[in-house]
């Protein structure tokens, strides 16, 4: 009987010697060695700057350090021992590319590009969350040499439906940054609510902005030019570049609901569903809007939306100004009215020197394809995508299966969609995607820009079941988009998540425990019987 617990001293102690060799960084670098012992870091710790330029990256770190373990150490000069380098250097022609080299003494992190040292110091900040707590964090040395497969990884939130308020999107933002996502997509507008403040036109907000997908008559909830300006702030120290979306001509309920005269029409299901691209005035009306749009959103990029128009515009078909349109332009069908209304649209994004993004209906328009970003959403038309490649238009993928995060992630959950066959969305199916397995993509790997995941809010009403769908699979959207196919490995994923939900439990997430599932409630209700 005295041996069992031998046994459990001995598994300690290979478990612990197996983490040591085992790189805790996610997302998976390219290459990562284990070093020889500890790098202490502690109050008499200098972070040194070799370029003024990186100082930002610095002062961040430095705010990670005092925000995670209250740990104050500071930027300048110091002696070379017990200092943290940043150096600028050349890595390799990836903007991204960094590496970082550790001893007892030192840490140095090399990149050429702000974006690069940025990720390196992404990876030594991941390493100090294994380090044990004390006032000196004995973070494990390791050599890393390191750069993204793709330079888009993104995440989409959907903020008209249920709006979740700057302190949610801060802490999504965090959480990003940590898992070197660096494209928020943010769907300010559609349907039950409209979340950008247009100074021209208050009543957007004012009117547009009341209610939300579960109670229509909720006050109104927007983000204010301010509000904006200082999450924008955020995001870029952050190395995150924020993407708004201005959802046309579809999906424009809320839009006119506050201003009827650009109402293009919609179905009983579908209320008020489109712009107008029979009416003049609907053009300068939405020109007016992205103008200020534009002024907001220094990533000079604009998604217009254009999916799902079918739904709301039979109308089109009786409109007086649609019909003069058509006989004008010798158009014969709504999808032809769609995409003139499009390439007018997309004409007005380009003349304010931002890039067209919309989601992959708008295929079918002839957009300058140098300036021209398609979001690859509906895996059931690969159509679409071979048409949108064949156009060279750059891509993101962000196919429904597996990267819509509203759907169900295992297959007790009953919130959330499904795919016609009952297909889910789980762990495994995020981290596991290839692009390499989309027919279409052969020969066009360049037009591939990276891939996204979306969390659209239907089912989502509050932050903890926004938690819930984002965690853990944000960090298995991070690999698939960092790490290459052939250096995945599922099973090794996991085992550094277990590390990651002490951090999410640590940060009050309300996340989905993939080792413990009845932890909490797919509907964002903590369970009152569970025993951890």
Same mark, same amino acid.
């Given at each position: 009987?005295?041996?069992? $617990?031998?046994?459990?001293?001995?598994?300690?102690?290979?478990? @612990?010697?197996?983490?040591?060799?085992? =790189?805790?960084?996610?997302?998976?670098?390219?290459?990562?060695?284990?070093?020889?012992?500890?790098?202490?870091?502690? /109050?008499? *710790?200098?972070?040194?700057? %070799?370029?003024?330029?990186?100082?930002?990256?610095?002062?961040?770190?430095?705010?990670?350090?005092?925000?995670?373990?209250?740990?104050?150490?500071?930027?300048?000069?110091?002696?070379?021992?017990?200092?943290?380098?940043?150096?600028?250097?050349?890595?390799?022609?990836?903007?991204?590319?960094?590496?970082?080299?550790?001893?007892?003494?030192?840490?140095?992190?090399?990149? +050429?590009?702000? %974006?690069?040292?940025?990720?390196?110091?992404?990876?030594?900040?991941?390493? *100090?969350?294994?380090?044990?707590?004390?006032?000196?964090?004995?973070?494990? =040395?390791?050599?890393?040499?390191?750069?993204?497969?793709?330079?888009?990884?993104?995440?989409?939130?959907?903020?008209?439906?249920?709006?979740?308020?700057?302190?949610?999107?801060?802490?999504?933002?965090?959480?990003?940054?940590?898992?070197?996502?660096?494209?928020?997509?943010?769907?300010?507008?559609?349907?039950?609510?409209?979340?950008?403040?247009?100074?021209?036109?208050?009543?957007?907000?004012?009117?547009?902005?009341?209610?939300?997908?579960?109670?229509?008559?909720?006050?109104?909830?927007?983000?204010?030019?301010?509000?904006?300006?200082?999450?924008?702030?955020?995001?870029?120290?952050?190395?995150?570049?924020?993407? $708004?979306?201005?959802?046309? &001509?579809?999906?424009?309920? /809320?839009?006119?609901?506050?201003?009827?005269?650009?109402?293009?029409?919609?179905?009983?299901?579908?209320?008020?569903?489109?712009?107008?691209?029979?009416?003049?005035?609907?053009?300068?009306?939405?020109?007016?809007?992205?103008? %200020? *749009? /534009?002024?907001?959103?220094?990533?000079?990029?604009?998604?217009?939306?254009?999916?799902?128009?079918?739904?709301?515009?039979?109308?089109?078909?009786?409109?007086?100004?649609?019909?003069?349109?058509? +006989?004008?332009?010798?158009?014969?069908?709504?999808?032809?009215?769609?995409?003139?209304?499009?390439?007018?649209?997309?004409?007005?994004?380009?003349?304010?020197?931002?890039?067209?993004? +919309?989601?992959?209906?708008?295929?079918? @328009?002839?957009?300058?394809?140098?300036?021209?970003?398609?979001?690859?959403?509906?895996?059931?038309?690969?159509?679409?995508?071979?048409?949108?490649?064949?156009?060279?238009? @750059?891509?993101?993928?962000?196919?429904?299966?597996?990267?819509?995060?509203?759907?169900?992630?295992?297959?007790?959950?009953?919130?959330?969609?499904?795919?016609?066959?009952?297909?889910?969305?789980?762990?495994?199916?995020?981290?596991?995607?290839?692009?390499?397995?989309?027919?279409?993509?052969?020969?066009?790997?360049?037009?591939?820009?990276?891939?996204?995941?979306?969390?659209?809010?239907?089912?989502?009403? @509050?932050?903890?079941?926004?938690?819930?769908?984002?965690?853990?699979?944000?960090?298995?959207?991070?690999?698939?988009?960092?790490?290459? &196919?052939?250096?995945?490995?599922?099973?090794?994923?996991?085992?550094?998540?277990?590390?990651?939900?002490?951090?999410?439990?640590?940060?009050?997430?309300?996340?989905?425990?993939?080792?413990?599932?009845?932890?909490?409630?797919?509907?964002?209700? /903590?369970? *009152?019987?569970?025993?951890?």
């Amino acid at each position: 009987m005295k041996r069992y $617990p031998l046994l459990i001293v001995f598994s300690f102690i290979m478990s @612990s010697l197996a983490a040591q060799q085992r =790189c805790p960084v996610i997302p998976l670098p390219v290459k990562a060695v284990p070093g020889t012992g500890t790098f202490m870091m502690n /109050a008499q *710790t200098t972070i040194r700057v %070799e370029d003024a330029a990186l100082r930002p990256v610095a002062m961040y770190l430095q705010e990670e350090l005092w925000r995670r373990y209250q740990l104050r150490v500071s930027v300048g000069g110091g002696n070379k021992k017990g200092s943290i380098l940043l150096k600028k250097g050349k890595t390799d022609n990836n903007a991204e590319a960094y590496t970082l080299t550790m001893n007892t003494g030192t840490a140095v992190i090399t990149a +050429a590009q702000r %974006e690069g040292m940025f990720n390196g110091v992404i990876s030594l900040l991941q390493l *100090t969350t294994v380090a044990p707590a004390g006032k000196t964090l004995a973070v494990p =040395c390791w050599n890393i040499s390191d750069a993204p497969q793709y330079g888009w990884r993104g995440v989409m939130l959907d903020e008209s439906r249920f709006f979740f308020g700057k302190e949610k999107v801060k802490s999504i933002l965090n959480w990003m940054a940590f898992y070197k996502l660096n494209r928020f997509h943010w769907h300010l507008t559609d349907v039950p609510g409209w979340r950008l403040e247009i100074k021209k036109y208050p009543l957007l907000t004012t009117v547009g902005g009341i209610g939300n997908i579960k109670d229509p008559k909720a006050p109104a909830a927007y983000y204010t030019q301010d509000d904006i300006r200082e999450i924008v702030a955020y995001a870029q120290a952050r190395n995150i570049e924020i993407i $708004p979306e201005i959802d046309m &001509p579809g999906h424009a309920a /809320a839009a006119n609901r506050a201003y009827p005269a650009f109402d293009g029409g919609g179905t009983s299901h579908y209320p008020q569903f489109t712009f107008n691209p029979g009416k003049e005035g609907t053009y300068q009306y939405l020109a007016d809007i992205l103008t %200020e *749009t /534009a002024q907001l959103f220094p990533a000079k990029m604009i998604h217009i939306g254009g999916d799902e128009v079918t739904f709301g515009n039979a109308g089109w078909d009786t409109d007086s100004g649609v019909i003069r349109l058509k +006989a004008a332009h010798g158009l014969q069908t709504r999808k032809q009215v769609e995409d003139y209304f499009i390439q007018r649209m997309a004409d007005t994004v380009l003349a304010l020197h931002n890039r067209v993004l +919309a989601w992959d209906e708008i295929a079918t @328009s002839n957009l300058p394809a140098n300036r021209t970003i398609v979001c690859w959403w509906r895996q059931d038309k690969p159509e679409s995508l071979a048409m949108a490649l064949g156009k060279g238009y @750059s891509v993101v993928l962000c196919p429904r299966l597996p990267f819509y995060l509203d759907f169900v992630q295992d297959s007790s959950h009953k919130i959330g969609r499904r795919w016609k066959n009952g297909e889910l969305n789980n762990l495994s199916a995020v981290y596991n995607f290839t692009a390499a397995d989309l027919p279409a993509i052969a020969g066009h790997e360049s037009l591939i820009l990276g891939v996204q995941a979306c969390v659209w809010t239907e089912t989502v009403h @509050s932050n903890q079941r926004l938690d819930f769908l984002l965690f853990p699979r944000i960090a298995a959207v991070a690999e698939a988009a960092w790490t290459a &196919p052939a250096q995945r490995n599922f099973d090794g994923f996991k085992d550094r998540l277990k590390e990651q939900q002490l951090l999410y439990a640590k940060d009050g997430l309300y996340y989905f425990d993939l080792f413990a599932p009845g932890k909490h409630t797919e509907s964002g209700q /903590a369970r *009152t019987d569970y025993i951890d």
